[in-house]
């Protein structure tokens, strides 16, 4: 179907009530609230308070997250209140920083073992706190002009 513009469409009241659009496409005829055609329409959108407000984004547990989740994922992680997005392989934290009890923050945490490849940004550096265990296999890259220490 093309897209269409449907201007000055008068809206019938229904048996309950409600009121309701007829829209005949090619000789077949459907009825829709303004509820039912708004959720429609908006149905691929981001959802916001208000035009200067927030965006109102996915929120759940981890055993709720998508079966099949593709590269651009995003989502609010209750299970450990951060947002999360997927990067075609796996979820990871998004934006972030320290952490710590009440208004604190003064902790950044890190892993301990280093499962799989990994090159760090050309002319950036970055910091492990250790012990570090690279695995077997398993090679971090560390380009001309940047440095890793690890603590």
Do not use: C
């Not at 229904?14 to 609230?33: H, L, M, P, V, W």
């Not at 984004?57 to 994922?73: C, E, I, L, S, W």
Request: proline share 3%.
């Amino acid at each position: 179907m093309a897209n269409v513009k449907i201007s000055q469409l008068p809206a019938a009241s229904s048996a309950s009530g409600t009121q309701e659009f007829e829209i005949n496409d090619s000789g077949t005829s459907r009825k829709a609230t303004g509820a039912q055609i708004k959720a429609y329409v908006n149905a691929d959108r981001v959802e916001k308070t208000s035009d200067t407000g927030s965006a109102k984004v996915p929120a759940g547990t981890q055993a709720q997250r998508d079966g099949t989740p593709a590269a651009g994922y995003f989502r609010f992680n209750t299970d450990v209140s951060k947002f999360e997005g997927h990067n075609g392989t796996a979820w990871g934290s998004v934006g972030g920083g320290a952490t710590g009890g009440g208004s604190d923050e003064v902790f950044v945490e890190n892993g301990q073992t280093v499962t799989s490849n990994y090159t760090l940004t050309t002319n950036k550096n970055a910091m492990s706190v250790g012990p570090i265990t690279v695995n077997s296999g398993v090679t971090v890259t560390v380009p001309t002009g940047s440095n890793w220490v690890v603590l």
